[in-house]
């Protein structure tokens, strides 16, 4: 027995040191930032594996640079996720000052993991030294080609599907990268690559967005009301509004507000990039020509245009809103980098548009375009309301912070008007959400959460609302209208005719938009073959 036991003891001690650095890889999936699969630990360890049996001092070379590079990122990782152009530019835009308050944030917790990768990493050099490489034979050679042919596959797989599946899509920006490889400890530093590359040509392309000329055919103008206000709100499933029949008063403005109601207003993709993609611009033909969106439009018809964003002016979901915002006449972003680079309350804003309101408009110029581009209610729905904010509540902690982000919604749309109606000038006020949600882990009211999907009805039911100085009643209609038809409507809304959009389509009538379509992220599809996911569902699970 004694005997046994000495030959597994004898025959672990040979191989601690790979044991050991299956351990690190495992370590080194664990910190790493970007998306990963299980495989991909195995993944990293033939990575190592066949770097150490090429050479010992690239191997420690590659793991100290590993190291000190992944724990360096990690704090920053918790705070904003996997890294972006968004967070890149950030880096490149951010003062010292800004700098020393990141800092400041980051606590021990931050810490932990890093500490143990790299008392890790520590051991691994022990082990290593200790180690007795054996000789490469015929065999191991063998051995060591089928491991790299695993290894590449693992690698390169998943991007070149990703990649063919976005081709089918001509308006998907995909390309290939090794960024979206699920072996992190490669795709983190191809990120860092692309991202880095995607700062600056994003940067260049915005800078470019000035100096286009305008393709809009303008015919006719003929507006309404002498400041007009685009509120593009996030995240905001339309029956979490009372306005539209939820049971809480999450909307009280809106409740007692005159103007126009839409309930059939469905979004044209589930999350802010492709939804903006598709609502903000104008496909002429099969071709997307970014010229062509609703502050060119604006500015063809000789409308003073201003965007104001608590949303990111550069970065991976960011860069469709801010192609438009920086084309305005004025543009302001709370954010340097990506959305998530900094929490501003969206209630900053409205500070700028009255200091917009109040300068005079420029000569030549009859009506005034304000776009806000709100936060609203985007995840972490905790993060949008203070403590003050939350006077409602709703199933548990995270819902309860949704539904009151919400009724933050509804008073910026109240102080705006109440900003409009202080000028003494006509105006409207349009309001919709880029896109909903869909419930998740519905089984324990502790854990019920709202998330991202495609395939629900919910992540594409969204609130429209117009309210004009005008308004005498309020109409709420339930007419099927498609997103990828808005551009129409905010025509319509500021008086402009073009020879570009049809003069037949009239958006806010009552003719409803035939086989309302979305896009799923993968393809374009009919609205009406998604599942359910009602809000009424989750009524029995309140206290």
């Known amino acids: 027995m004694s005997s046994k036991l000495s030959k597994i003891i004898t025959y672990l001690n040979q191989r601690i040191f790979y044991i050991w650095l299956l351990l690190f890889a495992f370590f080194s999936t664990l910190i790493s930032p970007e998306n990963s699969l299980p495989y991909a630990i195995f993944s990293t360890f033939i990575l190592y594996h066949l770097i150490y049996t090429m050479s010992e001092k690239l191997f420690t070379a590659v793991i100290l640079f590993l190291t000190i590079t992944l724990c360096l990122y990690y704090p920053i990782y918790a705070y904003y996720g996997e890294l972006n152009s968004g967070i890149v530019a950030a880096f490149f835009e951010t003062n010292v000052s800004e700098s020393f308050d990141f800092l400041q ?47 590449i596959f693992s690698l390169v797989y998943i991007p070149t599907k990703y990649y063919l599946e976005g081709a089918k899509d001509e308006e998907d920006e995909r390309k290939w990268t090794l960024a ?39 015919e006719s103008v003929s507006p309404k009301y002498q400041n007009y206000v685009l509120i593009i709100g996030e995240s905001a499933r339309r029956d979490y509004f009372s306005a539209f029949g939820f049971h809480l008063p999450t909307t009280p403005f ?15 993709a589930p999350a802010t990039y492709h939804s903006l993609l598709k609502s903000l611009y104008f496909k002429k033909g099969k071709t997307l020509n970014y010229a062509y969106n609703i502050v060119s439009l604006a500015k063809a018809a000789n409308i003073e245009t201003s965007w104001l964003s608590n949303q990111g002016s550069i970065g991976r979901y960011d860069t469709m809103a801010s ?14 980098g990506g959305f998530n680079t900094k929490s501003v309350d969206d209630m900053q804003l409205l500070d700028e548009l009255a200091l917009k309101l109040n300068t005079p408009p420029k000569s030549g110029t009859k009506s005034r375009l304000f776009v806000l581009h709100v ?131 009239h958006f806010f009538s009552d003719k409803e938009d035939e ?27 309140k206290e």
Not at 134 to 146: A, D, G, H, M, R
Request: overall charge positive; charged content about 25%.
């Open 254 to 268: 809106l409740d007692t507000s005159k103007g126009y109601f839409n309930a059939g207003y469905v979004s044209s």
């Open 375 to 505: 936060m609203g209610s985007h995840r972490n729905f905790c993060d949008r309301v203070t403590e003050e904010e939350r006077k409602l509540t709703f199933i548990n902690k995270e819902i309860s912070c949704y539904v009151n982000s919400i009724l933050k919604t509804d008073t910026l749309i109240r102080k705006t008007v109440d900003l409009l109606k202080e000028k003494n000038q006509s105006y409207s006020v349009i309001y919709f959400s880029d896109h909903g949600l869909n419930h998740i882990n519905k089984d324990k009211k502790e854990s019920i959460h709202l998330d991202y999907d495609s395939k629900f009805e919910s992540n594409y039911e969204v609130p429209f609302v117009k309210i004009s100085s005008d308004d005498t009643k309020r109409i709420f209609v339930n007419t099927k209208r498609s997103a990828f038809n808005f551009i129409y409507g905010f025509s319509e809304w500021l008086g402009v005719k073009t020879k570009e959009l049809d003069p037949n389509y």
């Open 180 to 218: 979206n490889s699920p072996v992190n400890v490669v795709s983190f530093y191809a990120n860092i690559h692309d991202s880095i590359r995607e700062y600056f040509d994003e940067k260049q392309e915005l800078e470019s967005m000035l100096t286009k000329p305008n393709p809009w055919q303008v």
């Open 515 to 541: 086989k309302i379509k979305i896009f799923n992220f993968h393809k374009t599809i009919d609205f009406n073959t998604l599942e359910k996911d009602k809000v009424s569902s989750l009524l029995d699970k």
């Open 105 to 151: 944030k980051i606590s021990i917790d931050d810490l932990i993991i890093p500490f143990l990768f790299v008392f890790s990493c520590i051991i691994l050099m022990r082990l290593k030294k200790f180690h007795q490489k054996s000789p490469i034979n015929k065999q191991q050679k063998i051995l060591n080609i089928v491991l790299s042919g695993v290894f």
């Open 323 to 336: 192609r438009v915002g920086v084309s305005a006449d004025f543009s302001y972003f709370t954010k340097k």
